[in-house]
């Protein structure tokens, strides 16, 4: 889409002369992109309807810059769809706030729950999770996984199998233990249906969530506006997060949504790892639509990421010591860089070859590694390759718990021992993060 709307303001923007045909011309281009990415049929009409009204080519005068006007009137256009103009709910410190998630299966709610509860818990939040999904077989399992990795408490159980029973008590337990962010995950269905929104229902009377947020999969495409109409119905929530926004998902999804429930999009996720999360702005994301890029994405990436700076990794890499789980915490910071993992490259000890080729492959890369690294056991990941050197039964279990092969796993062990080298003979401070760009 973004190549597309931004091919047709260049070609407006070298027209000799901007008249009605040209602006005509510039606003097919337009509609045909947004169209082309999902984007409601009515809400194009709309735009363009809107566009021709506050342009009004004939009546401007000579010293008027036609195609500013034109542009921003686009550009304001485009940001109104992706912004409803309401304000999010935002949580407040001190006391409990509850989150209740709703969507339907396979959206990503479990995944956007642990997103969600470590986000905060980077800010200093005291925060929770709640598994009241007893529909799913082994949503408990995954939940507790997700939280046991993100180290936050959680509440479930294997037994009980009223979801209502299970919410309310896990919200009740940790408002007792005075958190402050407590998120409720929800089952959902195939489809939307009855079953499912009285669940919903019932688990938001009892809980009486401070926050309900609808967890949408945005490669859905068309299927984004009735499916947001229905859960605004039927859950009435505050906010949308947009899931898997990292794949083929066009921007369509976000602005049907938004049109259909006249909420704003906190969060979109852009991954499956615990920090693929990224803060939505209807400025950043229309300007990305037009292939403009955004620098203050960037910017604020590179703040979360000093903020995020794990206190253990620091002061592991000042003693000078280095455990595979440090190796991870760093391919985590590096992969939530995006495209500043570029800048990277001035790492000592950072290979070349591990951020060479497209901001894509190399952040797939960092990805990969840190999938195998999952198959490994807390204790191999707070230890060093040794374990493995001396059984290398565990490299075979690793190459298979993550389906990948004995000499990928190899390769990431010997990456570490180069890093951990590296960062015994450097004793940290003129070391890894240190080095970090502080200005992109
Ligand atoms: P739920 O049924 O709504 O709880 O959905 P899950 O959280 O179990 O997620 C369903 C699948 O979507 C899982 O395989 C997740 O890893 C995947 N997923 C969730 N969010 C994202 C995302 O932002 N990007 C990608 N690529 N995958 C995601
Ligand atoms: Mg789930």
New binding site residues.
């Given amino acids: 889409l973004g190549r597309k709307i931004n091919s047709a303001l260049i070609d407006f923007s070298k027209a000799p002369v901007v008249d009605e045909k040209v602006l005509d011309s510039l606003l097919k281009d337009i509609c045909a992109a947004l169209l082309a990415s999902d984007v409601n049929v009515m809400l194009v009409q709309r735009l363009r309807n809107n566009v021709k009204k506050s342009v009004n080519i004939n009546d401007m005068g000579g010293g008027v810059n036609k195609k500013k006007v034109i542009q921003k009137a686009v550009m304001d256009e485009l940001f109104e769809l992706v912004d409803p103009g309401v304000e999010p709910y935002k949580p407040v410190k001190g006391r409990a706030n509850v989150f209740m998630m709703v ?1 339907l ?8 729950c642990t997103k969600l509860a470590a986000h905060y818990q980077r800010k200093g939040w005291k925060v929770a999770l709640v598994c009241a999904d007893t529909f ?1 077989a082994g949503a408990f399992d ?1 939940l507790k996984q997700n939280a046991t990795k993100a180290k936050i408490p959680y509440y479930g159980s294997y037994t009980e199998n009223d979801p209502v029973s299970i919410a309310l008590e896990g919200v009740e337990k940790f408002k007792a233990d005075r958190f402050e962010i407590i998120i409720v995950d929800t089952s ?1 269905r195939h489809k939307q249906e009855a079953e499912l929104f009285e669940e919903m229902k019932q688990i938001s009377a009892a809980v009486q969530p401070d926050s309900t947020v609808f ?1 949408m999969d945005g490669t859905i495409g068309q299927a984004a506006e009735g499916q947001a109409k229905a859960f605004k119905e039927a859950a009435d929530f505050g906010s949308i997060i947009m ?5 083929h998902a066009k921007g369509g999804g976000a602005i049907s949504a938004v049109a259909a429930s006249q909420s704003p999009v906190i969060f979109i ?4 790892h615990m920090y ?1 999360l990224d803060r939505f702005e209807p400025q950043s994301f229309v300007r990305k639509m037009l292939g403009m890029g955004d620098m203050r994405d960037l910017v604020e990436k590179v703040q979360d990421m000093k903020l995020d700076q794990n206190k253990n990794l620091m002061k592991n890499l000042e003693a000078g010591r280095y455990s595979l789980r440090d190796m991870y915490d760093q391919f985590q910071q590096i992969s939530k860089m995006g495209p500043l993992s570029k800048l990277m490259g001035s790492i000592p000890g950072m290979p070349a070859d591990m951020l060479q080729g497209s901001e894509e492959e190399s952040g797939k890369r960092f990805k990969r590694m840190m999938t195998i690294m999952d198959s490994m056991t807390d204790t191999e990941l707070d230890g060093d390759n040794k374990a493995f050197e001396k059984d290398r039964s565990r490299i075979v279990r690793v190459a298979q718990g993550s389906g990948t092969s004995v000499h990928e796993v190899e390769e990431i062990l010997t990456q570490y021992t180069r890093f951990a080298q590296m960062v015994k003979t450097m004793g940290g401070k003129s070391g890894l993060l240190s080095n970090m760009p502080t200005d992109p």
């Fill in positions: 969507g299966q396979g959206a990503g709610k479990t995944t956007t799913r995954q959902g967890v899931t898997k926004m990292d794949g996720g852009t991954g499956e693929d």
